[in-house]
């Protein structure tokens, strides 16, 4: 399995834990706040919890641009240790 899809999943599972959405509703496309209705309390819930599972930190400054399953992903393939993959 491909580190893109590592991390999709365990995004997926935190999206859906966190958000309460359907698993089979979280795809790369689909936006927080457009496809998920999470406001900005709820991004933040979602973006401590990522940071907690990738031992990364997301700065106001990328949570911002972050608008859809996708970024997240990429964002987190960019800047977690290759220690997570191991």
Known sequence: ???KQVVFDKIKEIIVAELGVKAEKVTLNAGLADDFGADSLDAL??????????????????????????????????????????
């Open 45 to 86: 819930e979602l973006f401590n919890q990522i940071e907690s599972e990738f031992l990364v930190s997301i700065s106001d400054e990328a949570a911002t641009k972050m608008r859809d399953v996708k970024d997240l992903v990429d964002y987190v393939i960019e800047k977690v240790n290759d220690k997570y993959f191991q």
């Open 1 to 3: 399995m491909d580190k």
